[in-house]
């Protein structure tokens, strides 16, 4: 038997309050030659008969036992059991558009140039969608090609994990799925683009993600924003900064200095931060002094690699303006964090 162009990987923990939404989603897809390769990661309700009697009318369906481990290593075990070239995200209590497998496969038959792509996404139900949230969501969905996809990296993960399709060559290459304590998806989407593969993101909005209560982002320590700076830090000195020049904070605040002190336990003390508070001027944070913006284009040791931490997209956005007309260019002269 030939494989499915598609292998969906399904992991699931405690999932039957939602399950049959998913399920109903995954059996209404247009591209129906796939296969789910759906985990029960040790639940202690009734997923698993869920699963079983899908299993049995649905021959696409395999079921498999975890360990209980968490989430990476349930996706581990269900990638080494994919039979496709394409392996396609879902979590289990999220609902999928009917034309998201296909129009993702798709894409990536047409962008040869593109090993993994996600999709636009819409949090509901939408009552439970505060300011965070939208605001989230509007970020998202504004990364469409792979260089937003680039400019953002490090401001946030920017493809939606659970509209996530990578080539399995690619995911087999740069080791899968890992659990070191931060974000798994983030973590496989840095080594993705670190080995030199790119990345990008549909227009459509082709996944409704649910808001619960027990969202795992919401209750595990490995996706605390410690976890994520740490992430971040871990892959920012693996191949991101240029040897040899200053690193400059810009942004002596909420997120800056927290970014600092991580870069201080990887032994990387930052030159200056810069900041436009005059109250912060010739003020020392973490052994570094506040200067203003003019500071960037004074150093007689040449141009500083800058790096942008402060939390406001609109702010990210005027900075990169006035890096702009300083004659700094993103990626080789700056990136953004947050």
């Known amino acids: 038997m030939s494989p499915p162009r598609l292998s969906v990987l399904l992991p699931c923990r405690d999932a039957e309050r939602h399950l049959d939404e998913c399920i109903a ?23 698993l008969g869920i699963l079983e009697r899908w299993a049995e009318r649905d ?12 989430i990476a290593e349930a996706l581990s075990l269900a990638a080494s059991h994919a039979r496709a070239e394409h392996l ?23 962008r040869t140039d593109i090993s993994a792509c996600g999709t636009g996404v819409r949090y509901f139900p939408r009552d439970r969608v ?14 469409r090609g792979k260089e937003e996809v680039e400019r953002d990296l490090f401001v946030e993960c920017p493809l939606a994990h659970p509209t996530m399709m990578v080539r399995a060559a690619a995911y087999r ?20 683009h670190r080995s030199g593969y790119k990345l990008a993101n549909l227009p459509e909005v082709l996944l409704s993600w649910r808001i619960t209560a027990g969202r795992l982002s919401m209750r595990s320590d490995s996706y605390s924003p410690e976890a994520f700076r740490r992430c971040k830090v871990h892959h920012l000195l693996r191949g991101y900064l240029p040897p040899g020049r200053a690193l400059v904070i810009w942004g002596a605040g909420r997120v800056g200095k927290p970014l600092a002190r991580e870069l201080l336990r990887h032994q990387l003390q930052p030159a200056a931060f ?5 109250r912060k001027i010739g003020q020392q944070v973490h052994g570094a002094v506040v200067c203003l913006p ?32 300083m004659g700094y260019e993103g990626a080789k002269d700056y990136l953004a964090f947050a």
């Open 173 to 192: 290459q740069v080791g899968g799925y890992r659990d070191r304590g931060w974000p798994e998806d983030y973590d496989l989407v840095f080594r993705l």
């Open 274 to 278: 810069v900041d436009l508070d005059p």
């Open 294 to 325: 003019s500071f960037l284009n004074e150093r007689a040791d040449g141009r500083p690699f800058v790096l942008i931490a402060v939390g406001s997209p609109g702010a990210r956005e005027d900075i990169r303006a006035s890096l702009t007309e």
């Open 130 to 143: 505060g300011s965070g949230y939208e605001r989230y969501e509007s970020w998202l969905n504004s990364l």
């Open 59 to 70: 021959p696409r369906v395999q079921v498999l036992a975890g360990t209980g481990s968490g």
């Open 88 to 110: 396609a995200r879902m979590d289990a209590d999220d609902v999928m558009h009917p034309q998201r497998l296909r129009l993702q496969w798709r894409f990536l038959q047409a």
């Open 25 to 47: 989603s995954l059996r209404a897809q247009s591209l129906s030659d796939h296969e789910v390769l759906a985990v029960d990661d040790g639940s202690r309700d009734g997923t």
